[in-house]
């Protein structure tokens, strides 16, 4: 059995691995990509052809044959100017397509990790999911724009200069092979060396990022509990902890550089000296020495720039990684193959022995079943945990059920697609989410083509338009970042208004007015009465009132449906829901408190 490849060769895979898959995002412009890399050849052939034109010059010169030495010239000038609008060229299309690339990049990582389960979003802060985006991009843009100006032009006149240089005298070229071998050699042990550290060192990075990130999403507990001082503290620290594994890094790729300059230098005095040794055998012209020294000088400076390139992409491959392994991750919930499009329903909903878990060793819903008629509203009530909002959640695929089926007027909502079904579901949370844009823009998330007209209607009928008319900027105020400049009534209502501009025939209120005082509470529900008139709609329920006049009652208690009916009957029972509402685990009416 074989043993695997060693530490440096997995290192150097990974670094390869990653290059190839830099390389190949550039395949939707591929045309382009050939006629830079047939550029980048042409450079290739000038690097090769300069030195040897001028040891032919040399030769002429010293040869008593000064009258070819001009057209000698000549053809040198000419395939330097060559060479110069060839770089011109490549540099300017490397550029545009280097730029266009970054942009589509941005886009496919901004959508594919936008789409993934909150399972995923669960375990990637956004701090650390926004730093691995913008370093991810950043490092695949100096990569595709270094690969077209240097890093290929640079392998191609390797390739073509070797041979060349055999052809001419093998003696001399050996060492310019030599030296070859001592750049590889060095720079495949300092990655093996390192490689570990900088990994540790990116996971730092990340750490930072995501501390930073919490600080700056929760800035008012931070500055209400004084604790600026101790994250402050706590962030020195990890820094300190980044320079304590970046510094070992560093030190050895600064030993290499040196090692590879020592290198360099030993073989142009070797050459020189082997040269000075064949030029007195009469095996070599004093032009072949100027000519191997040149190509010398041109394999060195096109080593130490490679020998650059894998350091900078070493550095890099730890945030390429992390990139790639984001793209790599597959959505929980995607559209079956033969999925059809769901039209507008009416609003039938039954589950059938619908299961669940996020822990498979503890499910969190147990053989759920029941039946909603269009224009129904089902109240969902049972203690904390007994997986009501797992419940609505399935409704409307933020998961798939581990067992049984959802139906939406008789179509599995598994064999619809994702959008139509979503487009048949509003859902108010009790965390209504808003972003940071204007409220006219958190409004037309829910109908993008909203006329303001129609938009007006909306913000009425949410009672949002008196809080707005008092806003500086009305309708273009900006919202703070997860709405918190306005209050939590402020918020609801906008996310009510933005669900009665969606329209959807089945809507989902997930606690969302729990966490509202009685009077804002009581504006909140005349709206969410206009909101929910004439659509089947689901409530985890906190108030007596959308309990007492619901159509159905569902009683969960630890995923298990353990009674249902209406309001009356449930109460006649005497079961777990007769006694929450005898512990007052409802909250009564504003109307109710005040009679």
Excluded: C
């Excluded at 730890?318 to 033969?338: G, M, N």
């Amino acid at each position: 059995m074989s043993p695997g490849p060693t530490p440096a060769k997995r290192s150097s895979l990974s670094i390869l691995r990653i290059y190839v898959r830099v390389l190949a995002m550039l395949a939707p412009e591929r045309a382009l990509a050939i006629a830079l890399a047939l550029a980048n050849l042409g450079l290739a052939g000038v690097f090769f052809l300069e030195p040897m034109l001028f040891g032919r010059v040399v030769d002429a010169l010293t040869a008593a044959r000064p009258d070819s030495a001009p057209r000698l010239i000549a053809l040198w000038a000419l395939v330097g100017f060559g060479g110069v609008a060839a770089a011109v060229w490549t540099s300017l299309y490397a550029d545009r397509l280097a730029h266009r690339r970054r942009l589509a990049a941005i886009a496919s990582f901004f959508e594919h990790a936008a789409a993934l389960p909150l399972a995923f979003h669960g375990e990637y802060h956004t701090g650390r999911l926004a730093r691995i985006m913008n370093n991810g991009v950043s490092n695949l843009f100096n990569l595709w724009l270094s690969f077209f100006r240097e890093h290929l032009s640079t392998l191609l006149s390797i390739f073509v200069m070797v041979p060349v240089a055999l052809s001419m005298n093998w003696k001399l070229a050996l060492l310019m092979i030599a030296l070859m071998l001592v750049f590889a050699v060095s720079n495949a042990i300092a990655v093996q060396r390192t490689h570990a550290a900088q990994g540790e060192v990116e996971e730092l990075h990340h750490e930072i990022a995501t501390r930073a990130g919490d600080v700056f999403g929760n800035v008012t507990v931070v500055q209400s509990f004084t604790r600026l001082g101790a994250e402050a503290a706590a962030l020195r620290s990890m820094m300190t902890r980044v320079l304590d594994a970046q510094y070992p890094v560093l030190r050895g790729w600064a030993i290499l550089s040196v090692l590879n300059r020592a290198a360099s230098t030993l073989t142009i005095v070797a050459i020189f000296a082997l040269g000075a040794s064949l030029h007195a055998r009469g095996e070599v012209t004093v032009g072949g020495i100027v000519s191997f020294v040149g190509f010398a000088m041109l394999l060195i400076g096109r080593l130490e720039q490679f020998a650059s390139f894998i350091s900078g992409l070493f550095f890099q491959t730890q945030s390429l990684q992390d990139f790639f392994a984001v793209l790599d991750e597959r959505p929980a919930i995607v559209d079956a193959l033969d999925a059809t499009a769901l039209p507008r329903v009416r609003g039938e909903v039954v589950f059938e022995r619908v299961s669940f878990g996020y822990d498979p060793v503890q499910p969190a819903l147990h053989e759920l079943s029941f039946r909603a008629a269009p224009g129904d509203t089902i109240a969902l009530v049972g203690p904390t945990g007994a997986g009501k909002s797992t419940a609505l959640s399935l409704l409307y695929r933020a998961y798939d059920p581990s067992a049984g089926r959802i139906t939406v007027d008789g179509h599995e909502i598994r064999q619809v697609t994702l959008e139509s079904l979503r487009q048949n579901i509003g859902v108010v949370f009790q965390d209504p989410g808003m972003f940071y844009r204007s409220i006219l823009d958190n409004l037309r998330v829910g109908k993008p083509d909203a006329e303001l007209a129609e938009i007006e209607k909306a913000v009425a009928a949410a009672e949002a338009a008196a809080f707005i008319a008092r806003k500086p900027e009305g309708m273009e105020t900006l919202v703070a970042e997860r709405g918190r400049s306005l209050s939590g009534g402020e918020r609801q209502r906008l996310a009510i208004a933005r669900a009665m501009l969606k329209d959807a025939p089945i809507l989902v209120l997930d606690e969302a007015t729990s966490a509202l005082d009685n009077a804002t509470e009581a504006r909140i529900q005349r709206a969410l009465d206009a909101l929910t008139r004439g659509r089947t709609t689901f409530v985890i329920a906190h108030r007596l009132s959308t309990v007492r006049n619901a159509d159905l009652i569902l009683v969960l208690e630890q995923g298990r449906l353990v009674e249902q009916g209406r309001f009356d009957e449930l109460i006649r029972q005497g079961g777990l829901f007769a006694r929450l509402a005898e512990d007052g685990k409802f909250a009564p009416d504003a109307e109710e408190d005040a009679a």
